[in-house]
């Protein structure tokens, strides 16, 4: 079942103005700057409910094709390493599972997991900064540097940081692969999910309402709202429900495919109803970056 068909539900979305509702120039988010914000607003949109799909029968069988027609795409995957996260062996047979999953999902040459992060919706968790990667992490245990959700809707990154990190994570310019993508796969470390679900909005939803903004990392998107965006999010996931967002493709569209998905935390409306009350927590996730690439000779 596609997003647009599930009965949709209410949730409020932060999106940042777009360039015609500023009175100054935009050119000025370019560059990084933490004390410069993007002007941004809180809105109440209609956010669709993912749970039908999933129970309907979306499989990792189907994920390659979602990831291609939409940009990012649900599953039911439990993980065999969830549980060793907290400490540096477990992180890395967790990334381990989760590069193999994705190389199994896409049929590529291999994947390398770049980096992974853990977030949680509470006071007091404030947004750590973060050295630029140049290598993929290794050593790193992602709860020990908890960051605060992502409440901006966005694009992790545009397609120059794109390819720069796909040099890095592989060793070789991006140009040197028959193709290669960045994927995050997401999932929280507890559940169900009852504040700050994952929203996302399909590539070819989100039309021209984008814009650039500099990073401490390099460049992402911003996405600004329009009437008719279909966002959607899967009710009160658990962690055996898994998300895979597209963030980069050095395809480009050659291939129809989308490019990436749009995603952000939300605030569902009265998301919490039907829980019993121990359960309602704040939320805790963590998603993995992970870069898969296709060798010439497998083109």
Known sequence: MSPAAAAPLTATIEFT????????????????????????????VPVANLRDELEAGASLATVAQQLSARG????????SHLGG?????????????????????LGCSRVIAWNSVCR???????????????????????????????????????????????????????????RAQIVNLWRPLSGPVTNAPLAMLSYHDIQSDISKHGSQ??????????????????????PDEVVFLKCFDTAQGADGSALYCGHVAVKVDNDADGIAPELVVPRESIEVRLVALWDKEEA
């Open 17 to 44: 103005l777009p360039a015609t509702r500023l009175d100054h120039d935009p050119a000025v988010y370019l560059t990084y700057d933490p004390a410069v914000q993007r002007p941004s607003e809180a809105l109440r």
């Open 72 to 79: 990012f795409a649900v599953a039911t995957h439990a993980s």
């Open 85 to 105: 996260i907290p400490s540096v062996e477990g992180t890395q047979a967790y990334l381990d599972e989760t590069a193999a999953l994705l190389k199994d999902i």
């Open 120 to 178: 949680k919706n509470a006071p007091g968790v404030a947004a750590k900064d973060v050295p630029r990667q140049q290598a993929p992490e290794k050593g790193f245990v992602p709860s020990e540097r908890q960051q605060p959700v992502a409440s901006i809707a966005h694009v992790d990154q545009d397609e120059v940081w794109g390819a720069e990190l796909v040099a890095k994570a592989a060793g070789s310019p991006a140009h040197t692969f028959a």
């Open 217 to 238: 990392f390099g460049v992402g998107m911003d996405i600004h709202h329009r009437t008719g965006q279909g966002w959607a999010y899967i009710r009160h996931q658990m």
